[in-house]
């Protein structure tokens, strides 16, 4: 269970105390927010995330102090801001997303990535940017921004060219083998990531099939600095930046590192994928970006 999660229980616990001390039934407040009665207790046991105007009518029904009201008001934003559902963040356009994610990277100096399903947006080819993006636009119902989305992120790697800063980047071998794309477009992303694995400042790993796991591949990270951890799912984008959480996502990026293979190793890797991807082409063709 995720402390968004508890952060969310325990908010819901807090309008559960409200409603009591005011002598109301889940019910009884309900009606009187003219409500379903459902909601109040998804509110309550935290499977729901309250607005911020349901938590005012909330204060406003059970004759909560102006003190309670910005108390919980304050949770409610730190929990938004830890937990970002995606329709919130990409209501602005992939592009504006882009841009921002451009920010963080812009700020660290030392950024840290584990991917065991994709190729990381720093590294990525225009054509694989284009399949990721066109799938987030897809799943999200977004406006089709995808030119302007590509854009951006490929301005984005600019910061890949900065001396100051330093990359540590791991994949799975799932990562480069998943059929996300075209096989012509995979094998000119396979040719980038040796390419990027040559920039000085910037560690490129990849975890072979063949490797023993010591800490399982649950999901993709970005560890900016030891300040802060993103981590998307599904539905949503995860803010952590309490200190055990960084603290924690280091040690297993540590781990995961560690099993990684580098250099010589890690192009022996790519250069297998590349030949089984080559296999699948008609004679003669070959990658659209090479």
Excluded at 70 to 80: H, K
Excluded at 151 to 174: I, N, P, T, W
Excluded at 192 to 209: E, H, K, Q, Y
Excluded at 239 to 267: K, P, V, W
Aim: hydrophobic letters at 40%; proline letters at 3%; glycine letters at 8%.
């Amino acid at each position: 269970m995720t402390n968004v999660h508890h952060e969310r229980e325990a908010l819901g616990g807090r309008l559960r105390e409200l409603r009591r001390a005011a002598g109301l039934t889940g019910r009884e407040l309900a009606e009187s927010l003219g409500w379903p009665p459902s909601k109040v207790s998804k509110l309550e046991t935290g499977k729901q995330t309250p607005a911020e105007q349901d938590v005012m009518g909330w204060v406003e029904a059970t004759g909560a102090s102006g003190e309670d009201r910005d108390s919980l008001l304050a949770a409610l934003r730190t929990l938004e801001s830890r937990h970002a559902e995606w329709q919130r963040v990409l209501r602005d356009g992939m592009r504006h997303h882009q841009n921002e994610w451009g920010e963080h990277e812009q700020r660290a100096s030392f950024l840290r990535v584990f991917e065991p399903c994709y190729i990381p947006g720093l590294v990525q080819t225009p054509g694989y940017a284009r399949a990721r993006i066109a799938e987030a636009i897809a799943m999200h119902g977004l406006a089709n921004d995808i030119d302007e989305a590509i854009r951006a992120r490929m301005l984005r790697q600019e910061v890949l060219y900065d001396s100051r800063k330093r990359f540590h980047l791991v994949v799975s071998e799932a990562a480069l083998r998943y059929r996300m794309c075209s096989p012509e477009v995979m094998l000119g992303q396979l040719d980038r990531l040796v390419t990027a694995s040559t920039l000085p400042n910037v560690r490129l790993g990849v975890i072979g099939f063949s490797t023993v796991y010591v800490t399982a591949p649950k999901h993709g990270f970005w560890l900016f600095d030891s300040e802060r951890v993103l981590v998307e799912t599904f539905t949503a984008e995860l803010n952590l930046a309490q200190q055990h959480e960084t603290e924690a996502y280091s040690r297993i990026f540590r781990s995961l590192a560690g099993m990684a293979s580098y250099g010589s190793d890690m192009r022996a890797i790519v250069t297998r994928v590349m030949e089984d991807l080559r296999a699948v082409l008609p004679d003669g063709e070959t990658s659209d970006e090479e």
